[in-house]
């Protein structure tokens, strides 16, 4: 069993507030300022799945609000911060690892979560929309930059989440170009259930939780227990084997030909 004050201090790029209903605001940020994505080992990356591992074991979590800092949620990648390996090679197997952790730990969480994307979201916006409820403020967009787009294979689970929100041929279509999708346009689709202004999102967020969190707590777990009951059962066939695609292809030496 953990305790809020186990994990509260513990993560360079995640910060944590619970309310006495037991809504737990979980915050990701680098150095202080908005969300950048990169693979040392005070990134998001590593550190993201152990959190959600943390979150799921504290018995006093009775849903999770998670967003971003500032204007957006995570748009970049981090250009201050590398993996500290010697090269790919021996980096990726952490990355296979930190990737497993970070969608089976989301999704191992007990209780309800809501997404408040406080802008763009565009790399791993999957973690995002992986929420039960997704809001975004109306300067937010969705897009997967960081896989085809940047010359990777996108096998870390965007290749199980996108097809499956957008339709098999909008999500390879989304993967394959590097869409961008405006908030409205993701309300549109599906992909997110309200669209605010940037100044009312966290309040809508936490007044969804505080009526959430008013709920029993067996309502709770078990409803998020059948929301999340598919996603689970995808990740587990098809999360490995992606990544194991992904770190492939990226490993395997490029003829001096092609870029």
Not at 9 to 24: P, Q, S
Not at 186 to 198: C, D, I, P, Q
Not at 230 to 241: A, H, V
Request: charged share 20%.
């Amino acid at each position: 069993m953990t305790q809020l004050s186990d994990y509260a201090e513990k993560y360079h790029g995640i910060n944590f507030t619970r309310d006495a209903a037991g809504v737990l605001e979980m915050t990701i940020h680098t150095r202080g300022g908005p969300a950048v994505w990169g693979t040392s080992l005070k990134s998001l990356h590593c550190e993201l799945g152990h959190a959600f591992l943390d979150v799921a074991r504290d018995p006093e979590n009775r849903v999770v609000v998670f967003t971003g800092t500032g204007e957006s949620f995570i748009a970049a990648m981090d250009r201050e911060e590398n993996y500290p390996e010697p090269n790919l090679s021996a980096m990726w197997p952490r990355i296979h690892e930190e990737g497993l952790a970070l969608l089976t730990n989301l999704l191992a969480i007990p209780v309800p979560m809501i997404a408040a994307v406080n802008g763009p979201a565009l790399i791993h916006a999957e973690l995002a929309v992986l929420c039960d409820i997704v809001l975004a403020a109306s300067h937010a967009e969705f897009a997967d930059l960081a896989h085809v787009p940047g010359g990777a294979v996108p096998g870390d689970g965007v290749h199980t989440v996108w097809p499956m929100l957008l339709g098999p041929n909008h999500g390879r279509y989304f993967l394959l170009t590097g869409e961008r999708i405006p908030a409205e346009e993701a309300r549109r689709l599906g992909v997110v259930g309200e669209v605010l202004a940037a100044g009312e999102l966290m309040s809508r967020a936490r007044a969804l939780g505080a009526q959430l969190a008013g709920l029993s707590t067996q309502v709770l777990r078990h409803t998020r227990s059948l929301l999340v009951r598919e996603l689970r059962r995808r990740m587990f066939d098809e999360l490995s084997n992606g990544l194991a695609l992904e770190g492939l292809a990226m490993l395997t030496p490029r003829p001096a030909d092609q870029p």
